[in-house]
């Protein structure tokens, strides 16, 4: 298993500071300090106030991918702000922890204001801090099992919720699978991964865009999915695990966000996130082969979003022919590779 990306560039931040601080002003946190914590898909800072409450503050503006702008999708502010209202329908109907939006003076969730270097408005969003720490080491047996129940925990809030008027987030299906798979490509170009691997693949998703066209979207089985929710994404309080970073989360099936989570997770202790998540709710009988081909989705809609990042093309450089010898030949031929035989 290979280390998982920490996504952040550190870099310097001088401009999106004073942006941050402009944003502050919209809310009710006098004299606060900001800490840099870095740049992806959005840039984010720690803010504490002299009380010593604190919160992340998310400028929706990061590293653009390179192509057709589909970064856009997740920064447009009805998508900010219908990811803000789950956030906050799961604080009040569920006892997880979860960040909590804050709404700024005006009692909006999303603050945009106007900034001439981006030649339009910028939006930001301010969360409460999640207190935890995130793990230094391969979790235990105990915590897999845990995190499989707060998996399933979201799960059971996001079939069981009616969404408010407008709420809109993208969609993790076909169409999002195809342009990631595009994207990749980019790789290929700036000669970071080989043609063949790059083959093998645009073969794999093929496949996959088969097998979910053929899935009935029902409401047991598709739904509202962080669909991200790797160890870098997830804190631990005591023996409590808190997710984090719902940046990412959309619609797509409940079996799909399983597979983006499960790779991070040595093969021994796999079974135990599902004796968590079946603590909760059920899975069907084959649940094993269909985490495997949406573990093949996910990681080539991950991959895509970290080639956006020239910061991460030395990692995937690795990370890519790994996948392709341990992960993808042995799918395309129809075996197991995500669980002990």
């Known amino acids: 298993m290979l280390e998982r990306s920490k996504r952040s560039e550190q870099t310097d931040n001088g401009m999106n500071e004073e942006i941050a601080q402009a944003a502050l002003k919209y809310y009710d946190l006098a004299n606060a300090q900001l800490r840099f914590l870095g740049q992806s898909q959005n840039t984010t800072f720690q803010v504490e106030t002299p009380t010593g409450d604190q919160f992340l503050l998310r400028l929706h503006v990061g590293i653009e991918a390179t192509g057709d702008g589909s970064q856009n999708a997740w920064r447009e502010p009805s998508a900010i702000q219908s990811e803000l209202l789950w956030l906050n329908a799961i604080v009040h109907d569920t006892n997880l922890t979860v960040p909590q939006p804050v709404q700024n003076r005006l009692g909006e969730w999303v603050t945009s204001f106007a900034r001439e270097e981006f030649g339009s408005s910028i939006s930001c969003s301010l969360l409460r801090w999640v207190e935890g720490k995130h793990l230094d080491s391969e979790p235990t047996a105990q915590q897999v099992c845990q995190l499989g129940r707060l998996m399933a925990q979201l799960h059971q809030h996001a079939s069981s ?21 595009s994207q990749l490509g980019v790789l290929v170009q700036r000669g970071t991964i080989s043609t063949d691997d790059y083959q093998v693949f645009q ?38 695990v808190r997710p984090i970073d719902f ?47 949406f573990f093949v989705g996910a990681t080539v809609e991950n ?13 995937l450089s690795r990370a890519v022919p790994y996948v392709v010898k341990n992960h993808l030949h042995l799918y395309l031929q129809g075996e197991t590779f995500l669980f002990l035989k």
């Open 161 to 181: 919720w009616s969404l408010p008027a407008g709420f809109s987030r993208p969609t993790h299906d076909v169409e999002q699978l195809r342009s990631a798979t």
């Open 203 to 240: 073969k794999a998703a093929a496949q996959v865009q088969e097998f979910m066209s053929s899935l009935q979207q029902t409401r047991d089985t598709w739904g509202l999915i962080h669909a991200d929710l790797h160890q870098g994404n997830y804190v631990l309080y005591g023996e409590e």
């Open 247 to 293: 940046s990412r989360c959309g619609f797509g099936f409940y079996l799909y966000d399983i597979g983006q989570s499960i790779g991070d997770i040595d093969a021994s202790l796999r079974l135990h996130f599902f004796e968590g998540y079946t603590s909760v709710r059920t899975l069907p009988a084959n649940y094993q082969r269909i985490v495997e081909v």
């Open 303 to 315: 991959f895509a979003f970290l080639s956006a990042n020239p910061q991460e093309h030395e990692w």
